[in-house]
């Protein structure tokens, strides 16, 4: 069974870059697609990208190119860049593995709080 | 993009009572939906996917219906677990997209 851990700094300045690890275990990084999705407080969800270990990527354009994820298949582990935030990019991020690109989001992380304050 | 409409953004029920979620998307997604359950505090699930496929450890009382742009979640008789916010999703195309939610209350 796979299992999803995010971490992440809590508290990020307004103009800084964010950044978000996903540890993998009970499955090998290169077997899924692995997703971030966000979650305003009181808010629904919003997709952000995915990567495959092979290089394959895509975004959300809705982010204006400021997202960036990775996969380390060394440390079994997917980060996200996020850069320029603002108090928008408040939220809980969820990493999320799926089969393939069109396959549904089957595994989940617990979600990291990321609040963007001075 | 495809938008994906949630309707009732929330609703109030009873144990026991059957429910009815609906999911409407701006364009032709043939059955690539799936439906996540979402409690307080924690990650979303999934309960639901290619439309109506059951995902693996859901109870039977959850199904899925629909096609095209059109797609139902029913709970045939709620249980005090099912308490919960529910997502609709496509994975027609990119960007992936949620509906807005819908609360399930008590009532």
């Known amino acids: 069974q796979v299992q999803l851990q995010e971490s992440g700094p809590g508290l990020v300045k307004p103009s800084e870059t964010l950044s978000l690890t996903c540890i993998v275990s009970?499955?090998?990084?290169?077997?899924?697609?692995w997703s971030w999705i966000r979650q305003p407080p009181g808010k629904g969800l919003e997709w952000i990208g995915y990567?495959?270990?092979?290089?394959?990527?895509d975004y959300n354009p809705s982010l204006k190119s400021r997202a960036t994820i990775s996969v380390d298949m060394s440390k079994n582990r997917v980060s996200l860049k996020l850069t320029s935030v603002t108090a928008a990019d408040t939220a809980v991020y969820y990493c999320a593995g799926a089969g393939g690109v069109v396959t549904p989001l089957h595994s989940w992380g617990q979600g990291t709080l990321l609040a963007v304050s001075s | 993009d495809i938008q994906m409409t949630q309707s009732p953004s929330s609703l109030s029920a009873s144990v026991g009572d059957r429910v009815t979620i609906t999911c409407r998307a701006s364009q032709s997604i043939d059955t690539y939906l799936n439906w996540y359950q979402q409690k307080p505090g924690k990650a979303p699930s999934l309960l639901i996917y290619?439309?109506?496929s059951l995902q693996s450890g859901v109870p039977s009382r959850f199904s899925g219906s629909g096609s095209g742009t059109d797609f139902t979640l029913t709970i045939s008789r709620l249980q005090p677990e099912d308490f919960a916010s529910y997502y609709c999703q496509q994975s027609y195309n990119s960007p992936l997209s949620f509906g807005g939610g819908t609360k399930v209350e008590i009532k």
């Open positions: 990567m495959f270990y092979s290089g394959s990527t």
């Open positions: 009970g499955a090998s990084v290169r077997s899924y697609y």
């Open positions: 290619a439309a109506s």
